[in-house]
C-alpha cells in the first residue's frame, strides 16, 4: 500500500501550550467538528476567564490552527474534565493522550488530587483514552446523555487520583 510522501513529511507535530479566551472560536471550533450539541465561542470565553478553568491547546505548529483541547474546570483539591476534543483528521496519533497527560502532570503540579470526569458508556475512543491514562469507574448515570436518536444512554462517571 502508498502513503502520500505528506503524511511522513507533511505533518508537523502538535504545539501544546495553555488556551486563553484568545482561543475560544479556535476551540468552538473544534468542539462543533468532535460533538453533536456545540459549544458556541462566547460559552468557550466565559469558561476559559473562569478562575477555576484551567485548558490547554494543540496548534498545528507554533500559531497555527487549533486542532484539538482539553478543558478541566474545578475547586482545589478536586477538578472535573469537562471537555476533551481533537479535529477528525488529526486522530489516532496520541493528540489527546498528550493533552491528557500534559494537563494532569500540571494540575498535580498546581496541587490538585484528584480528577473526575463523565464519558458516555458507548464511547469507546474516549473510554479507551480514559482508562490506559489510570481513571477508573466510580460511578453511573443511567439516561444522562441522550443519542443522536434521542434514547437515554449512561453516563460513566470516572476518577483519577494524581497526587
Ligand atoms: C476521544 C478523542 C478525544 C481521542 O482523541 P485521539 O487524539 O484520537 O486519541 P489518541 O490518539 O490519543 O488515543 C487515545 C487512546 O484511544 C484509543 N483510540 C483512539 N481512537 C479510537 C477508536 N476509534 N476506537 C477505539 N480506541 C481508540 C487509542 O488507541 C489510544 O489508546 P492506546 O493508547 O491504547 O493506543 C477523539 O476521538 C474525539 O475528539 N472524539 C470526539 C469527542 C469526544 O468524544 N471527547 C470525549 C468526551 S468524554
Do not use: C
Not at 470565553?45 to 491547546?57: F, K, P, Q, T, Y
Not at 493533552?99 to 473526575?116: K, P, S
Not at 490506559?132 to 470516572?158: D, H, I, K, Q, W
Amino acid at each position: 500500500m502508498k502513503f502520500p510522501i505528506s503524511q511522513w513529511f507533511g505533518a508537523r507535530e502538535p504545539v501544546l501550550r495553555t488556551a486563553t479566551t484568545a482561543d475560544a472560536a479556535a476551540l468552538a471550533a473544534v468542539h462543533a467538528s468532535a460533538f453533536r450539541i456545540a459549544w458556541d465561542a462566547d460559552e468557550f470565553e466565559r469558561l476559559l476567564a473562569d478562575r477555576l478553568s484551567r485548558a490547554l491547546v494543540a496548534v498545528d505548529g507554533t500559531g497555527g490552527a487549533a486542532l484539538g483541547f482539553i478543558l478541566v474546570r474545578g475547586v482545589k483539591p478536586e477538578t472535573e474534565i469537562l471537555s476533551v476534543a481533537v479535529v477528525p483528521r488529526r486522530r489516532g496519533r496520541g493528540l489527546a493522550r498528550r493533552l491528557l497527560e500534559r494537563q494532569l502532570g500540571q494540575l498535580a503540579a498546581e496541587g490538585f488530587t484528584t480528577v473526575f470526569l463523565e464519558v458516555e458508556e458507548a464511547n469507546a475512543p474516549a473510554r479507551r483514552l480514559y482508562e490506559r491514562n489510570g481513571f477508573a469507574e466510580v460511578g453511573r448515570r443511567a439516561g444522562y446523555y441522550r443519542t443522536a436518536s434521542g434514547a437515554p444512554a449512561t453516563a460513566l462517571v470516572m476518577r483519577r487520583d494524581i497526587a
